[in-house]
């Protein structure tokens, strides 16, 4: 029997909720539509491209779980987009290469399909505030920058402000917490958050459509400009090229710019000097790894967000073990949640040594993005750099597409992190080619087997 699809949805949303926070819920789910129940794919309405990579980008564990509880192994999952014409994204319908947008939409990149009016969408995740972000010694620097700027767009001396540090010590979250701050006090400024990945895509879009005074002109509208992990301009010269026109015209009409890198500028390799001169004007501030006592408030923190409790010596167990990434923090506070409330167990030391254990046995162990694709690439005797490159021969298609799968299924990397991993890639290509890879193995029992023997050799690996 076909189950019905608000039934299924809801029950669904059930499963979701114990495993979000309530504002998650709220922003992410609430506005889910169901459509319809085909042969156990659902299919959800959501309002816009942004929510749906955001969904994708953040909840695929959780939603998948849903859909698995609910449908059972075989369920699937198929978005269907409000304002872009009921365009499909998922299985039946390639998701769009990287920055598609099309020509009408040209002037603003990220101007929602279907709607007229020339307003921009900030792209700024509103959870990202100062009042979550904890201040300790480790950021200090770049929080009290951060917070300057807030009251005074522009009219600082820490323009531009580069945040840098390693992943998961809040460069993001202290960006956009600026963004959400400026949009707060002065409703007027034109804030906007993008990715350089991101930024790297809408640029070779523009080129392609012939757009590229349109973009540069869009981008010069700005008020304040945040733009998210610069390292990734290195060796794209007409990236740079344009980012420095774009720099260069922001910084003289006194508009704010500000950006995150994995490392201080002066040491951003493959970027053109002039560039690297220009990030250094206002301030570098970089976020350290917090101390003890920094990571028990960002701890209690979100313990308080989650409306939960914790005992004492679990909490100082979590601190002690986890030092160098507040994602990993995160991530262990809410697999203690998920096993609490999944499976019923109490949330004491001996549960966090085990969810930790599980934690940093799978990042230690974690096998690299390259090793894979190398893997692969000596598989089918084809060179590494076909495989991350542009070639669009079956054979390297093929061997690119399966080194995205493994590298979904082997590593904790986002697809984000995977897309860019193969040539500045777009998440949805990383779904597209790990759906493809799914549906060729159900039909070719050949390429079945060889997924198995890759998987078998890269099992043995970690275990060397
Ligand atoms: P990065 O961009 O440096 O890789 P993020 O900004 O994505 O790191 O931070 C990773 C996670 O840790 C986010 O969920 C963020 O909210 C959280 N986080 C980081 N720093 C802090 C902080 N000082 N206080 C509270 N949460 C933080
Ligand atoms: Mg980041």
């Known amino acids: 029997m076909i189950k019905e699809h608000t039934q299924v949805w809801n029950n669904c949303l059930s499963v979701i909720k114990k495993n979000v926070n309530p504002q998650s819920f709220k922003t992410w789910f609430e506005p889910i539509k169901a459509i319809r129940n085909d042969n156990?794919?659902?299919?959800?309405?959501?309002?816009?491209?942004?929510?749906?990579?955001?969904l994708e980008e953040h909840y695929v564990d959780v939603l998948k779980k849903a859909i698995h509880t609910e449908l059972g192994s075989g369920g699937r999952l198929e978005y269907q987009i409000l304002v872009d014409n009921h365009r499909k994204i998922g299985k039946n319908a390639p998701a769009s290469e990287p920055g598609d947008f099309s020509s009408e939409q040209i002037k603003n990149p990220f101007v929602i399909p279907g709607i007229k009016k020339?307003?921009?969408?900030?792209?700024?995740n509103e959870q990202y505030s100062f009042e979550r972000f904890v201040v300790g010694d480790a950021n200090k620097l770049a929080a009290s920058a951060g917070q300057a700027i807030a009251a005074n767009p522009g009219g600082t001396a820490f323009n531009p402000l580069v945040i840098y540090g390693d992943v998961g010590l809040g460069k993001t979250h202290l960006a956009q917490a600026i963004g959400n701050e400026v949009r707060a006090r002065f409703t007027d400024k034109k804030v906007l958050y993008v990715t350089m990945e991101r930024f790297t895509n809408q640029v070779v879009q523009s080129i392609k459509n012939n757009a590229i005074n349109d973009f540069m002109n869009f981008y010069q509208f700005i008020d304040v400009l945040i733009v998210d992990d610069i390292h990734f301009l290195a060796k794209r010269p007409k990236t740079q090229e344009i980012f420095f026109n774009i720099f260069n015209a922001l910084h003289q009409s006194g508009k704010q710019i500000i950006m995150t890198?994995?490392?201080?500028?002066?040491?951003?390799?493959d970027v053109e000097d002039r560039l690297i001169s220009r990030f250094k004007w206002g301030l570098s501030a970089d976020i350290q790894a917090p101390d003890f006592e920094t990571r028990m408030a960002i701890l209690e923190k979100k313990i308080e967000e989650e409306?939960?409790?914790?005992?004492?010596?679990?909490?100082?167990?979590?601190?002690?073990?986890?030092?160098?990434?507040?994602?990993?923090?995160?991530?262990?506070?809410?697999s203690l949640i998920a096993q609490s409330t999944?499976?019923?167990?109490?949330?004491?030391?001996e549960l966090a040594k085990e969810v930790i254990e599980q934690f940093v046995t799978k990042v230690n162990k974690e096998l690299s993005i390259e090793f894979i694709t190398q893997k692969v690439a000596d598989h089918y005797s084809i060179s590494l750099d076909k495989i991350t490159?542009?070639?669009r021969k079956r054979e390297v298609v093929v061997a690119r597409q399966l080194s995205m799968y493994l590298a979904k299924e082997h590593t904790g990397s986002s697809l984000?992190?995977?897309?860019?991993?193969?040539?500045?890639?777009?998440?949805s290509t990383v779904i597209y080619s790990v759906q493809t890879v799914q549906n060729m193995m159900d039909v070719d029992p050949l390429f079945k087997d060889t997924v198995s023997d890759l998987q078998r050799e890269l099992a043995?690996?970690?275990h060397q």
Not at 40 to 54: C, S
Not at 307 to 324: A, H, R, S, T
Not at 416 to 427: E, L, M, W
Request: glycine content about 6%.
């Open 118 to 124: 020339l307003e921009i969408d900030p792209q700024l």
């Open 307 to 334: 409306n939960i409790e914790i005992p004492m010596d679990v909490k100082e167990f979590v601190c002690f073990n986890i030092k160098n990434n507040i994602r990993e923090l995160e991530g262990v506070l809410i």
């Open 389 to 391: 490159g542009k070639t």
């Open 416 to 427: 984000k992190v995977i897309g860019s991993a193969f040539g500045g890639r777009d998440h």
């Open 460 to 462: 043995l690996s970690i």
């Open 261 to 269: 890198s994995d490392r201080a500028p002066k040491d951003l390799k």
């Open 342 to 349: 999944l499976n019923e167990k109490e949330i004491d030391v």
């Open 40 to 54: 156990d794919i659902l299919t959800i309405q959501v309002p816009n491209k942004f929510f749906y990579e955001w």
